[in-house]
């Protein structure tokens, strides 16, 4: 282990796995287990390293960005100024870039990548190979689930469901009070396979269905069927987004997942073939 206590803050119950490197100004606070092949970034000034809050588990081979904050307090600390038991899991293989905050009551998988200055609030799950890009601010009580991939400056409100291979372009803004300020927060939920296009707008309680596409500065007010374009202030679904050829070369571009592969699961295989490998899973279960 590449440790030298003098030049950081572990407190004395902290589990310290393999070939852990360890930054200079780093604090990790009580209960805290930090996994094989873990890198907590370098940090020149000595008075403000990555911060690790009591509770947090950070699992094998992960990088943890300089200043960083992993479990970070939640409202309930500022009453007894004592940090509660809010547990934060990150899962194995992670990236987390500097300057970011996750707030402790939090399950985050295996292989998420964050850019710099990403916020998570408590209480979410975020799945398996997520990509969450720099300044992004998801704002608790979510469900972002395997392989969604989301670009800066995103805005994701309490309740969002994100699903599975979902993709949400830069300056998105999921909302989620119809009646602000309320308490009736109503969650938007895009499902999988789902684009959500740069600038747009989803207001509370929409359903952006499997596969559909909503187009740059869209402003979507209602639900979006499965497999159409939504384009407009307020979106209007337009046509299903097989209609949608490249301009250059005239082809068909849509659904996205049989013409891009980078990142994902069926990566050299194909889309098609590997659908089918997983219903047959499925159906042998």
Known sequence: MNIDKSQMQIAENVLLGENVSIGNGTVICSDCKIGNNV???NNVYLDYGVIIRDNVTVLDDSTIGARCILGEYLVDFYADRKNHFHPLTIGRGTLIRS??????DNDLGDYLQTGHRVTIRE???IGNHVRIGTLCDIQGNCDIQDYVNMHSNVHIGQKSVVKKYAWIFPYVILTNDPNPPSENLQGVTVEEYAIVSAG??????VTIGRGALV?????????VDSGMVALGNPAR?????SKIKDKKTGKQVYPWQYTFD???PWAGIGFEKWEGQINDEDNAQ
């Open 39 to 41: 890198y907590i970034g």
């Open 99 to 104: 300057e970011t905050i996750i707030y402790g």
């Open 123 to 125: 209480n979410s799950r």
């Open 200 to 205: 747009s707008i989803v207001l509370p309680g």
């Open 215 to 223: 187009g740059a500065g869209a402003v979507v007010t209602r639900n």
């Open 237 to 241: 679904m337009k046509c299903d987004v």
């Open 262 to 264: 980078r990142g994902m």
